[in-house]
């Protein structure tokens, strides 16, 4: 059983508005990521990171920033948020590269 | 451009018959593949993964097949259950240029109705 936890698992705002996802895992894993998925699509990467302090842009271009200061934590964070941030957000972590991920149970965001 | 592409958006299955889900890649730097399974409004299961140096690899009901010449992946779930409806995802990992070595990529999903 995977131990990687996201809060909210729903959040409905306002735009404009500076939000924070939460995503925290208790396996040590050294790898963690962020994606995007709307529905019907793929999951698309929007962050990683290889450990403390390593934060690097995934395929997918996006507006929000993260954090990396401790391991078991990878906080995303939107400054304002707009309508087309509407999306599910998926946190996951690996033991490494080239290896299964194990995924939360997912943010579903709505700006409205 | 899709590097790990699901053609079938759905697939229906009656129950105690076999599931066939597939994928294609186009990028032969891909040598570790993955289906995750996933359910509305949850993460994504690891279901079972194969390296690029095997061409089967086999667990319980899931049975994943891998065509390097083809670039063809394939997940078979026999016999299939209802509990088995849900979003089936393919994704590959590699040394990709770029710095994306090891992250996975993932296809659009294929949505499986099992019937009872």
């Known amino acids: 059983e995977a131990d990687i936890y996201q809060t909210p698992r729903y959040l409905v705002i306002g735009t404009g508005k500076k939000i924070t996802l939460e995503c925290s895992q208790t396996?040590?894993?050294?790898?963690m990521y962020w994606y995007q998925q709307d529905p019907g699509m793929e999951l698309h990467l929007i962050h990683y990171s290889y450990g403390v302090n390593s934060t690097e842009k995934g395929d997918l271009s996006s507006e929000s920033t993260v954090s990396r200061i401790r391991t078991e934590h990878f906080p995303l964070t939107l400054e304002s948020a707009r309508p087309s941030h509407t999306s599910q957000y998926l946190c996951?972590?690996?033991?490494?590269?080239?290896?299964?991920?194990?995924f939360g149970q997912g943010t579903r965001l709505t700006v409205v | 451009d899709q590097q790990v592409k699901q053609n079938s958006p759905s697939l229906s299955v009656q129950e105690g018959r076999i599931s066939i889900l597939n994928c294609d890649y186009t990028n032969s730097m891909f040598d570790y593949f993955l289906w995750y399974k996933k359910y509305p409004a949850e993460g994504p299961t690891f279901l079972i993964s194969i390296s690029s140096i095997k061409d089967k690899n086999e667990d319980g009901r899931f049975t994943v097949f891998l065509n390097k010449s083809a670039k063809h992946l394939s997940l078979h779930i026999v016999p299939s259950q209802p509990g088995d409806s849900a979003v089936y995802f393919c994704?590959?990992?590699?040394?990709?240029?770029?710095?994306?070595?090891?992250?996975?990529?993932f296809g659009k999903g294929t949505k499986l109705s099992v019937k009872p």
């Open positions: 396996m040590g894993h050294d790898k």
């Open positions: 994704a590959a990992a590699g040394l990709l240029s770029g710095g994306s070595q090891g992250n996975l990529i």
């Open positions: 996951a972590s690996s033991p490494g590269s080239n290896t299964e991920a194990f």
